[in-house]
């Protein structure tokens, strides 16, 4: 988990990130969490979710790791007076804790990101207490599906794979959690699946306007262009279809996950 995160850190990516709760994005872990709780949240971007996660357990104490200096800063000044949660700058694959440190080990669309999750699924073990769980939930890009049928969506997604693939990131994680956690040496897991569904005017205008202004300028759209994979041209047309299906009020878009709950 380093800085070559293949979204980067404009503010459309933020933006995105900073809706995220407990509920739209851990509700599969939230009846494992009871007060007291340590929590470790990996790739805590903004820190919406680390937050939730403390006010839950608390007076458990929450640490919210992340690889990128500014994100860090902005998770710790949401959190304000949330007093049992910290941040620190880390990074997934060489975690600076002790064995056996928490009770819940969590991650939100993190594994897709990483050239080796495995890996990174055997630190989270090693830093989860004996009976303790980690937790991940990733997105599955080629699973999601929406109408109308624009073909600027499909050059979307195709485009969004090409340059997913040059980071060494996997876009179908969400299916391939399960054997990942296997590999890493788990045996006793719960598997899950749930989707977000963008079809009401507000989730319409949220996702389409936020993926319209993610594509021309995030990192995904230059290195798309750099690699040949697009031209400013189609990442021009593919911003203008986003915002096209955004108004259209039949438009519907569902983004599937794949989720675990692990014991170590």
């Not at 699973?143 to 969004?160: E, F, I, K």
């Amino acid at each position: 988990m380093t800085d070559d995160y293949v979204h980067g850190h404009a503010p459309a990516v933020l933006r995105s990130h900073r809706g995220r709760t407990v509920e739209n994005s851990a509700a599969y872990l939230r009846p494992r969490l009871r007060p007291g709780l340590s929590i470790l949240d990996i790739g805590c971007g903004p820190g919406t979710i680390t937050a939730d996660l403390a006010r839950i357990v608390a007076p458990g104490d929450v640490l919210g790791i992340d690889p990128e200096p500014g994100v860090v800063a902005e998770a710790a000044a949401h959190a304000g007076d949330v007093g049992n949660a910290e941040f620190r700058v880390g990074d997934v694959y060489h975690l600076d804790l002790p064995d056996d440190s928490f009770d819940v080990v969590h991650a939100h669309q993190v594994l897709q990101h990483l050239p080796d999750p495995v890996r990174a699924l055997r630190e989270m073990r090693r830093v989860c207490r004996p009976g303790g769980v980690v937790a991940v939930r990733d997105a599955d890009y080629p699973a999601m599906s929406w109408y109308p049928l624009l073909p600027g969506l499909d050059t979307w997604l195709r485009v969004y794979r090409a340059v997913a693939a040059d980071a060494h990131g996997t876009p179908d994680a969400g299916r391939r959690l399960l054997s990942w956690a296997r590999e890493a040496g788990f045996d006793d897991i719960t598997p899950s699946a749930s989707v977000w569904c963008h079809a009401t005017p507000e989730r319409r205008a949220e996702w389409g306007g936020m993926w319209a202004d993610r594509i021309v300028s995030s990192r995904v759209g230059h290195a798309a262009v750099a690699a040949g994979h697009a031209t400013p041209a189609d990442i021009r047309d593919i911003s203008d279809t986003w915002r096209a299906w955004a108004a259209d009020p039949d438009g519907w878009f569902t983004v599937p996950h794949g989720e675990l709950l692990c014991t170590a």
